[in-house]
């Protein structure tokens, strides 16, 4: 397995694959890897000729005041979970490598980002979709998975793929959950005994969520009140937001017709933590 460190020596890895007429999967971290990032790694591995995926700690998707210095990295032992899922190479960059001295170019992804996590954390898509588009642009992947724990952030990079006519198929891999229902995060690392505990919430509230609508309830209003009521009697936890949303578009919904998606960020502790659901009727 390859570690690729600059933007020239990854194109040039590509050219030789691409050469070979070889096809290329990509999938984009940020590191600090777990079973939910491997499992992306094993989809992603039979899609394509060479498995490729990126460690990069985005700098430009990280607000003032978040934990950009503190997020959690350990490429030794992402090297050898990586390798164990058929990774062949990583693309490892530093900050300056992606955006040099002088950088000055941005995707902004419009409408979808207004809300949810657009609203919670401004600038957040704008750094996800450039780092997401450079990468895309540097690897030339054929297909590219993603995770629907970040139920926006897919939703975003969707939206930029066909609005920006790009030749990658994007695939989703649904939520994974450690034992109790936590969705895994390198986040989780933060969260003292304790605070797991009370994680626990998020997906027991969201859960409880998607019963109350397969037993008939229909007003959205009515379903977030009482998962906001469940998180708030719950010790650490603050509401960043709870909110039910058409699936496609993202818009909050007032009666749950079809399909639509709970999403909801909460912080525990000093963690900020999101999940969500499908609410299926
Ligand atoms: P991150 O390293 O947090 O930026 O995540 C990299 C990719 O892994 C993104 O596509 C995430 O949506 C995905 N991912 C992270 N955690 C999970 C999880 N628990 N289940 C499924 N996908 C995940």
């Known amino acids: 397995m390859e570690i690729i460190t600059t933007v020239s020596r990854m194109k040039e890895y590509v050219r030789g694959a691409k050469g070979r007429g070889e096809t290329i999967c990509?999938?984009?971290?940020?590191?600090?890897l777990h079973e939910g990032h491997l499992d992306l790694m094993r989809m992603g591995r039979p899609l394509a000729d060479r498995l490729v995926i990126s460690i990069f700690v985005n700098p430009t998707q990280f607000g003032a005041g978040e934990d950009l210095d503190k997020y959690p990295r350990d490429l030794p032992r992402d090297t050898a979970l990586a390798q164990s899922t058929g990774v062949e190479?990583?693309?490892h960059p530093d900050a300056l490598e992606m955006y040099p001295v002088g950088y000055q170019?941005?995707?902004?992804?419009?409408?979808?980002?207004?809300?949810?996590c657009g609203a919670s954390r401004p600038g957040h898509f704008r750094g996800v979709t450039t780092v997401v588009a450079k990468l895309f642009n540097i690897v030339e992947p054929d297909v590219s998975v993603f995770g629907e724990k970040d139920y926006q952030q897919l939703a975003v990079i969707r939206k930029m793929v066909e609005d920006l006519n790009m030749a990658v198929q994007v695939l989703a891999h649904p939520t994974v959950r450690e034992e109790g229902g936590l969705a895994m995060s390198s986040r989780n690392?933060?969260?003292?005994?304790?605070?797991?505990?009370?994680?626990?919430?998020?997906?027991?509230s969201l859960k409880r969520?998607?019963?109350?609508v397969k037993g008939g309830e229909r007003s959205a209003g009515v379903i977030r009140s009482e998962v906001v009521a469940a998180i708030e009697a719950t010790p650490g936890c603050r509401i960043d937001y709870v909110e039910i949303v058409h699936p496609d578009t993202l818009k909050p919904l007032e009666t749950i017709e079809s399909k639509a998606v709970?999403?909801?960020?909460?912080?525990?502790?000093?963690t900020r933590l999101i999940d969500n659901m499908t609410l299926g009727v």
Do not use: H
């Not at 170019?105 to 949810?116: K, M, P, W």
């Not at 690392?189 to 027991?204: D, G, M």
């Not at 969520?209 to 109350?212: E, F, K, L, N, S």
């Open 26 to 32: 990509l999938v984009p971290t940020m590191g600090y």
């Open 89 to 91: 190479c990583i693309f």
């Open 105 to 116: 170019t941005y995707i902004n992804v419009e409408e979808i980002t207004d809300g949810l």
């Open 189 to 204: 690392k933060y969260l003292s005994p304790e605070e797991r505990e009370s994680a626990l919430v998020l997906n027991r």
């Open 209 to 212: 969520a998607a019963g109350r």
């Open 262 to 270: 709970m999403a909801l960020a909460v912080r525990v502790g000093k």
